[in-house]
């Protein structure tokens, strides 16, 4: 680990004005995946800004009649929490789906959302990777590719994200709060939170310099059941080959986002529409445009799959 210096923010703006000061520097929460980047050299930020003090911490009502979820809110307490787990039940269930019980307990909202890929091109730094050395190339494309990326992908990547929380939070159309270096705040959908690869695969989400996540918002409750299937090699502490976060209704509509297969929670709000004729049919305009490797063509027939006991479970439930 290279040597780094480290602040502790006072404020939200204190810190998004921090990182400004630095160029390069990189917030600090639960560091559960930062600190191993910067273990292996991938992350070498020369400066820290511990924002675990700014009291980002409460899950509280809007006045839309959703919940307001602070960017430090530990992933063990999110899931936990009573309203979550009444009226957002998908979003519960995939964060218990997603790591160890102790690194839940250290995982923080906004840090989930900003954990980088696992694709072993990315951990090996004598391999070329595009998202760790931009213009050195992609060595997943013609190498190992069977956990990796089967829609949405470039010639200079074909990473998945790796979050289990985001493809809930897809489902449920949530938004990112944030706030700038000069004191502005915005809110962004989580539908245009993440970014495709195209030619600059280190460009993981749309904030700017020094922007810092403040909260994640929910809508009103959507009703319908809720569900979250992963499809992973072993049964617990592993990232997901498939995942599905559905909220399906009585009539049969709904909606469906997808973990596991893309550089972001992969959900088309036109494929929902075939929900009615089931998980072939929605599948084939879910992943229509998919080109995936020889690795892992397996998984179009997976989502299908996996879609169809998502489906059957909801259909009995």
């Given at each position: 680990?290279?040597?780094?210096?480290?602040?502790?923010?006072?404020?939200?703006?204190?810190?998004?004005?921090?990182?400004?000061?630095?160029?390069?520097?990189?917030?600090?929460?639960?560091?559960?995946?930062?600190?191993?980047?910067?273990?292996?050299?991938?992350?070498?930020?020369?400066?820290?800004?511990?924002?675990?003090?700014?009291?980002?911490?409460?899950?509280?009502?809007?006045?839309?009649?959703?919940?307001?979820?602070?960017?430090?809110?530990?992933?063990?307490?999110?899931?936990?929490?009573?309203?979550?787990?009444?009226?957002?039940?998908?979003?519960?269930?995939?964060?218990?789906?997603?790591?160890?019980?102790?690194?839940?307990?250290?995982?923080?909202?906004?840090?989930?959302?900003?954990?980088?890929?696992?694709?072993?091109?990315?951990?090996?730094?004598?391999?070329?990777?595009?998202?760790?050395?931009?213009?050195?190339?992609?060595?997943?494309?013609?190498?190992?590719?069977?956990?990796?990326?089967?829609?949405?992908?470039?010639?200079?990547?074909?990473?998945?994200?790796?979050?289990?929380?985001?493809?809930?939070?897809?489902?449920?159309?949530?938004?990112?709060?944030?706030?700038?270096?000069?004191?502005?705040?915005?809110?962004?959908?989580?539908?245009?939170?993440?970014?495709?690869?195209?030619?600059?695969?280190?460009?993981?989400?749309?904030?700017?310099?020094?922007?810092?996540?403040?909260?994640?918002?929910?809508?009103?409750?959507?009703?319908?059941?809720?569900?979250?299937?992963?499809?992973?090699?072993?049964?617990?502490?592993?990232?997901?080959?498939?995942?599905?976060?559905?909220?399906?209704?009585?009539?049969?509509?709904?909606?469906?986002a997808v973990g596991g297969v893309a550089h972001k929670p992969w959900r088309v709000e036109a494929a929902e529409a075939e929900l009615p004729r089931g998980a072939k049919a929605v599948t084939e305009?879910?992943?229509?445009?998919?080109?995936?490797?020889?690795?892992?063509?397996?998984?179009?027939?997976l989502v299908e799959r996996v879609l169809g006991a998502v489906l059957a479970e909801a259909k009995g439930a």
């Open positions: 680990m290279k040597p780094f210096t480290y602040e502790r923010a006072e404020s939200p703006a204190a810190a998004a004005g921090a990182a400004m000061r630095h160029p390069g520097a990189k917030f600090v929460a639960g560091g559960t995946n930062l600190l191993d980047l910067m273990k292996l050299e991938i992350e070498e930020p020369m400066h820290l800004i511990d924002v675990n003090g700014l009291q980002l911490d409460k899950i509280e009502p809007t006045p839309e009649g959703g919940l307001r979820i602070g960017a430090l809110v530990r992933n063990t307490d999110l899931a936990a929490d009573e309203r979550v787990r009444r009226d957002y039940g998908v979003l519960s269930r995939a964060l218990v789906a997603g790591a160890s019980g102790q690194l839940r307990n250290m995982a923080t909202t906004a840090g989930n959302l900003l954990q980088r890929t696992r694709c072993p091109y990315f951990y090996d730094t004598n391999q070329p990777c595009n998202k760790r050395l931009p213009g050195s190339g992609c060595s997943a494309v013609d190498g190992a590719s069977r956990q990796l990326a089967i829609i949405g992908v470039s010639e200079a990547c074909i990473a998945t994200h790796p979050s289990d929380m985001a493809v809930a939070l897809r489902v449920l159309d949530a938004s990112v709060e944030t706030i700038l270096p000069d004191g502005t705040t915005r809110t962004i959908p989580i539908a245009d939170f993440h970014r495709l690869p195209g030619d600059t695969p280190h460009l993981e989400t749309v904030l700017q310099p020094g922007e810092l996540i403040t909260a994640v918002t929910l809508p009103k409750p959507l009703g319908g059941t809720h569900i979250y299937h992963k499809v992973r090699d072993r049964a617990s502490y592993a990232f997901a080959l498939v995942s599905i976060a559905a909220v399906i209704q009585r009539d049969g509509s709904g909606r469906v305009r879910l992943l229509a445009d998919a080109k995936p490797t020889k690795d892992n063509a397996f998984k179009v027939k």
